[in-house]
């Protein structure tokens, strides 16, 4: 921790909220003739690199002037009134359920310009692309920072339309029925939520999330809370996502771009957790204590469901695609982090939001690299890229230097296949995978040669 001014920290805060929305529309704009570099979309895609590479560093500047002492006390805070006549407040501030959710996002959003700038989009103008990328850094940083309940609503709906361009205009195939499932899915949650959210304001008398949270639900009945907590409930767990209301998800992930995928995987997921954590647990705590019960057993059949949906899809001749697992693999894997919610517990909460930020890490990795794959192999799906081998990406993994004859390792043995060359796995006691001359998974020959040791 460093000692930084309040006021400071409110500057860094208010920046990091507003400046990708001020380089979105700067990003519209012509360059500057002596910007231009080798073309105008190459200036674009720079010019993204710059504004999401401040914003990451005025985040990560905000983390270091952060009281780590006291993570349960709001800081930075900034709370302005916006709308009089209906108590609106332009009110932020962080903590240490918000921050870091705000460096994640600020992170993966910088990797994804850094990725588009190295490898340009396929499609439309650049400049749309770049302008929807700050868009839509801007509504999930607001949603992680904002203290109003109608500011979270409009910051939580912001990210909707750029990422819905972003997967129509710049997805694969499949991308348009893709787009018009999430935004459908996505909106009519959120429909409900604006109603719960509306209920919790009115019979409060507040809208102000610090308030509520203070007051810890004692201004408004069982019936309310139970109400606007299965309300509010129903949109927070379509954008989660919470099983059944996952069906979204693999389409959008399959056919969105990688930038895309990395968002909706690394920080849009985490905007219907944040949700629960933030205005459910603290506002309606005897409403969510009625619906904990059921939220944990979904949370449950989401982790199964996710799992065997994952092995099914890895099984040869399926037609599994490699962002479909992942996306399986993401229900099963925020089905914890709902789970550790659903417990009410200090415990539970907090591994639910260790496993929220490493869900964000791990998964937005992983489509960068499923992208990274897709652009030297031209294809993610595990059939073609098994069809060799039939070990898919271990199949495509390049010999390692270590495994190689000379190398002084008794415990790796390398096998010579006339289809593939060299190659090399680890001999502790395990078969090694069969060369491609074997033939199918399925033939006799394929079984002999997996059995056959190192």
Known sequence: MIDINESVMQFLLAFVVAGPLLGAATALLPAPPGLKGKSPGQAVLRHGVTVTGVILIAAVVLALGFDHDHPSRMQATTDISWIPALDVRIHLGIDGISLPLLVLTALLAFL??????????AGPSPK??????????????????????????????????????????????????????????????????????????????????????????????????????LAIGIGLAVKTPMWPLHSWLPDAHTAAP??????????????????????????????????????????????????????????????????????????GHMGFVLLGIATMTPTGVNGALFANIAHGLITGLLFFLVGALKDRTGTTDLDTLSAETGAA???KAPASAAC????????????????????????????????????????PSWRSARSAPC
Do not use: H
């Open 112 to 121: 994804c310009a850094l990725y588009s700038y190295f490898k340009p989009p």
């Open 258 to 331: 990688t930038v895309g995928s990395v968002l909706l995987a690394g920080v849009l997921l985490k905007m219907g957790t944040y949700g629960f954590v933030r205005i459910l647990l603290p506002v309606a705590p005897d409403g969510f204590r009625t619906f904990a019960p059921y939220l944990a057993a979904l949370a449950v059949v989401g982790i199964i469901y996710g799992s065997l949906a994952c092995l099914a899809l890895a099984k040869q001749g399926a037609k599994g695609d490699l962002k479909r697992l992942i996306a399986y693999s993401s229900v």
């Open 393 to 395: 990406l271990y199949a």
């Open 128 to 229: 749309a692309f770049v302008a929807l990328l700050l868009l839509l850094e801007t509504g999930t940083l607001a949603t992680f920072a904002v203290l109003d309940l109608l500011l979270f609503f409009l910051a939580f709906e912001t990210v909707l339309i750029p990422m819905y361009f972003l997967i129509a205009r710049w997805g694969g195939e499949g991308r348009t029925r893709a787009a018009w499932k999430f935004i459908l899915f996505t909106l009519l949650g959120s429909v409900v939520m604006l109603l719960g959210l509306l209920l919790i304001g009115i019979k409060a008398g507040t809208f102000d999330m610090v308030a509520l949270a203070t007051d810890n639900g004692r201004s408004l009945t069982t019936s309310v809370q139970v109400i606007a907590v």
């Open 404 to 443: 190689s004859p000379s190398a002084p390792s008794p415990r790796s043995a390398c096998r010579a296949s006339p289809a593939s060359g060299a190659r090399c796995w680890p001999c502790s006691g395990r078969s090694a995978p069969p060369p491609a001359s074997a033939g199918p998974r399925s033939s």
